[in-house]
């Protein structure tokens, strides 16, 4: 038996082939683009995401010179809240409004203060933030109200890869979670929302568990992918959820951290809990539990900016170049903190107008101390969701990290050492694309359930202990970085009417 697992992210859809025994035996990458129409928007072409997808399995099952008939099923991990809508034909009606466009803060007002919190609370779990996807649909009914009347489907972006595999419209209830529109507690949907927001029930899709068969393919798919019609297609699961079961965060007490394009804090829960002041995520989990989450816009993504863009005439390898020097630079940056708001932030700070900033620049600085910065400063913002999960007596024996960030060992110790807790390194490398194999296997059979899958693939293949002088300095420097945001609030509203 053999499983695929498609993780659809911002920038490439990664491609997986996992045996039975839990190994990868190939896999592939593709790109594809981001647009970014206005400051605060990102939109993308949901029939690249197909294109990339579709020829990625065929080229993936050719070049693996595995017996296609053994390929059972396939699982998904996907970017989370992209709003992606279609017409009676199921064409696209429009690009897709990406999880970290930030357009939607006179809707997310609307629906937090007008509709009220409490009540979004009460119906969802979670207030109404600009990523989510029911203030995209309140922004396309508001100024395109010619495509919202044309709706007839409305899909997450994973799940508009599966409609184009199987022609099923379907969704799994982690990554439903966070279209604001799902009864998190009864993992159903919300009569209530789809009132609020003018829907009816029939626009959305079946909601699944994870690792519930949704579909087989098409014979089309299957002829052009090499595959049978035969493949089941699970429900798969939003990208930090999958990302977990990759990473065996299925029981309390281990955290996920995820450096990826955003940066994630995810705490498995059995029950049901909300933070009464949502300043955290509460999401169905994808092995029938729950979660909590805190997610931080911009996190690798700050490091790529900073080696791509603004170092990128540097002669050489940049990226190993500038790690190098970040490297030899001291603890806590010589007093330079990176505030790393690039495109705005959601925990703990929901603001759509917060800035990137370098704080504490002096006639000495030099480039390593600014690298070491955005390193620390990612870190410092995924602190800020740790220490949400403290006050809510939520245990934190270790973290295990995921995502290209958790590449760089100096990144990995850097975070060690501002949560102050010990760092897992997993046998896998592969995260949510792994993720999504194990719930294939899972929902063909292989497996009962998601925990099982877990704790017998699963292994820890290192630990990065947190270094005392390094984590009683970090608990200084955050200290000003935590005291910054309050401060520069008003500013950046301001500087945001100016760009």
């Known amino acids: 038996m053999n ?32 647009s970014y129409p206005k ?25 693996s010179n595995i017996d296609s008939t053994s390929i059972n099923g396939i699982g998904f991990s996907g970017q989370m809240h992209g709003l992606v809508i279609l017409d009676k034909e199921g064409r696209v009606l429009r690009p897709a409004i990406l999880w970290c466009d930030q357009r939607t803060q006179e ?30 649909l309140l922004w396309v009914k508001k100024h395109e109200k010619d495509t919202f009347d044309k709706i007839a489907h409305i ?47 029939e626009m959305l899709p079946e909601v699944y568990e994870s690792w519930e068969v949704t579909g087989k393919l098409t014979k089309e798919v299957a002829d052009y992918t090499g595959l049978t019609e035969e493949t089941a297609v699970v429900g798969g699961a ?60 911009s996190a690798a993504s700050c490091l790529k900016w900073w080696v791509e863009d603004v170092n990128k005439d540097l002669d050489g390898d940049t990226f190993e170049k500038l790690l190098e020097e970040a490297g030899a630079a001291p603890v806590g940056s010589s007093g330079v903190v990176f505030l790393p708001y690039l495109m705005g932030e959601r925990t ?14 002096n006639i000495t600085t030099r480039r390593a101390d600014m690298t070491r910065a955005v ?21 934190v024996e270790a973290v295990r990290v995921s995502g290209g960030g958790a590449k760089s060992p100096l990144w990995r110790q850097i975070l060690a050492d501002i949560f102050g807790v010990r760092v897992q390194v997993i046998s896998s490398k592969e995260g949510p694309a792994y993720g999504a194999a194990i719930l294939a296997a899972v929902g063909c059979g292989l497996y009962e359930t998601v925990d099982e899958a877990c ?16 984590v009683e300095r970090y608990n200084k420097v955050y200290r000003v970085y935590n005291s910054l945001y309050p401060i520069l609030k008003e500013s950046f509203k301001e500087i945001s009417k100016l760009q």
């Open 348 to 361: 703990p700070y929901s603001d759509p107008n917060a800035k990137g900033v370098f704080f504490g620049l």
């Open 155 to 201: 899909l997450l972006p994973k799940d508009f890869i599966r409609y184009k595999l199987t022609g099923v419209f379907a969704t799994d209830v982690s990554d439903a979670s966070g279209m604001l529109m799902l009864d998190v507690e009864n993992r159903k949907w919300s009569k209530e929302m789809i009132e609020i927001l003018d829907l009816k029930e």
């Open 238 to 297: 939003g990208d930090q959820a999958a990302g977990a079961v990759g990473t065996g965060i299925v029981e309390s007490g281990i955290l996920s951290v995820a450096l990826g394009t955003s940066g994630v804090v995810f705490a498995s829960s059995d029950n049901y809990e909300v933070d009464e002041a949502n300043r955290l995520h509460s999401f169905c989990h994808s092995n029938g539990k729950w979660h909590q989450m805190g997610v931080m816009l």
């Open 375 to 395: 390193l620390e400063g990612v870190c410092f913002g995924l602190r800020d969701s740790l220490e949400i999960l403290k006050s809510l007596k939520v245990p």
């Open 39 to 63: 400051v605060n928007w990102a939109e993308q072409n949901p029939e690249d995401w197909w294109t990339a997808t579709r020829d990625g399995i065929r080229d993936l099952v050719k070049a």
């Open 107 to 136: 809707e997310c007002d609307y629906l937090n203060n007008v509709i009220g919190q409490d009540k979004i609370s009460l119906y969802t779990g979670n207030m109404a933030l600009t990523g989510f996807t029911a203030p995209k």
């Open 3 to 34: 499983f695929i697992g498609v993780d659809l992210g911002t920038s490439s859809v990664k491609i997986v082939i996992m045996n039975e025994a839990g190994q990868i035996t190939a896999s592939l990458s593709k790109d594809y683009d981001v």
């Open 455 to 470: 704790e017998k693939l699963i292994k820890v293949t290192a630990n990065v202990e947190p270094i005392l002088e390094n």
